[in-house]
């Protein structure tokens, strides 16, 4: 076979074997809940089935090898030789896993050699003992035209079931309706289509100063299509959150078996889209969150049944877009987070003093998990107490300029929300006057806007607070940070009664902002400084408005620190 089609099939099975590896871990999970289900024997059988065919075409022998050896297995369930029982489904997931690793060691170019003797073992050693009788040689042809096997495990394949494909999708259909194409090229074409929203912003605001009637009806047909544009550009860099999310029911239903519980875990929204250069930061938060869920949020089945819950324990994982923003959410019904132990531990850590500890509310009390070494385990163990779970989700969505809310309730269970942008290079930002000059904050991380009165702001030691329904938030007033010359009069201290704040957030600490002028929001292509002023404290980057002025992007998380 010519080396360039070879190598172009190749390509396309390690994309089409992701969707067959994702397809398979949803379906193993259903089989433990339904091991009689034939429908869903026949559909994990094709799965392998076709996995081991277009790895052969391509050459990749000990993909097929292991995928052939889950076939005779799923080849006996489907005709019930075999009872698909949890212990045996363990092996299929471990097999699963070691298939996933030959593929990835594929993707990088470095095959590691690794000794599949023992998994090979396992499945050899589960088919010929249970569907065979030990020491037989004798082939046996299944009816139906399904393949051939030997005794020892190692079978010959003389005929393919009805129906399985026997070359990739790519060989069997020519069609052009899809095409790859480089990401540096999705990325340059993004950069274009942020050139041309900026250049519509500007045409729009100059059709609106001279008032030409021709000229707006042009320009109103320009802002539309070039929304189109941006909107479908936007949306070649999209993918589904349905890779990461497909991963986690292996992870939750290990961890579960290891800690001895019982747990229903449902997963909704994976049709939610997100940047593909965020798809994959999000994945350690959402495995850090989901193992607290099952370590410390769901009890045990024993101390369910005494708390009058059902003995099985729930965690759901949901993905949504929101107002321009996607919002997922792991929920768990377990004990809840106690926050006076919170306090407490706080306190013995040395991280609050008393004083201050009494003071936190639950909600700014419970925001102390994130603080780097915190941890409510008394014994460290392999799975938990080591202080450096939070910190990580804490990282991570600070990274991707996100917002973490945490709800909870003693003895009902807790719910952690994380609220990303939908992506880091076109943003929609607040506008807003310091001193007469314009700058912006990502609209993504401003809770919300108000006009507070002086009367409300408060001093505590050397913070001024003001208080949202109820709850204390630290003021900051941007004059000092971004003017040198105090002699100057500051113009939300001249207020007599009012001045405009900004209450913004990133990860779990939220900051009320104090400016002269709250504008309005618009739509920014989100530029680096360059080289030349390198990294600014409290500056994200710059942008062109819609009058061709240009502006700073502030930083949340340096103004919040």
Known sequence: MDARLLAQMLEDFLDESQEHVDDLNDALIELEKNPVDTELINRIFRGVHTLKGTSAFVGLEDITTLAHKMENIFDAIRKEKLPATSELIDIMFEALETLVSLRNDVISGNPSGKDLSSILGRLTETFD??????????????????????????????????????????????????????????????????????????????????????????????????????GEVMGLRMVSVTGIFNRFPVVVRKMAREHGKEIEFTVQGKETELDRNMIEQIYDPLVHLLRNAVDHGIESAQERLEAGKRARGRILLTASQKQGSVLIEVADDGRGIDCAKIREIAVAKGIVNREEADELSDEQAVRLIFTPGFSTVEVVSDVSGRGVGMDVVQENIRRLKGLVEIQTKVGKGTTFKLQLPLTLSIRTVFLFKLRGRIYALPLSSILETMIVETSQIQQKQSLEMVFVRGQAIPLKRLHPIFFEDQAEIDDTRAAPKTIPVMVVGIVEKRVALAVSELIEKQEIVLKPLGNYLGKVHGIEGAAVLADGSVTLVLDVDALVA
């Open 129 to 230: 003992c249970t569907v065979r009788s030990p020491g037989r040689q004798k082939k046996q042809r299944a009816p139906q035209g399904d393949q051939e096997v030997v005794l020892s495990g190692v079978a010959q394949e003389v005929a393919e079931p009805e129906g399985a494909p026997s070359l990739p999708r790519s060989v069997q259909n020519l069609s052009l309706d899809t095409i790859r194409v480089r990401t540096k090229r999705l990325d340059n074409l993004m950069n274009l289509t942020g050139e041309l929203v900026s250049a519509r912003n500007s045409l729009l605001e100059c059709a609106g100063k001279l008032g030409n009637r021709e000229l707006n009806k042009v320009t109103n047909n320009l802002k539309k299509i070039a929304g189109q544009i941006q």
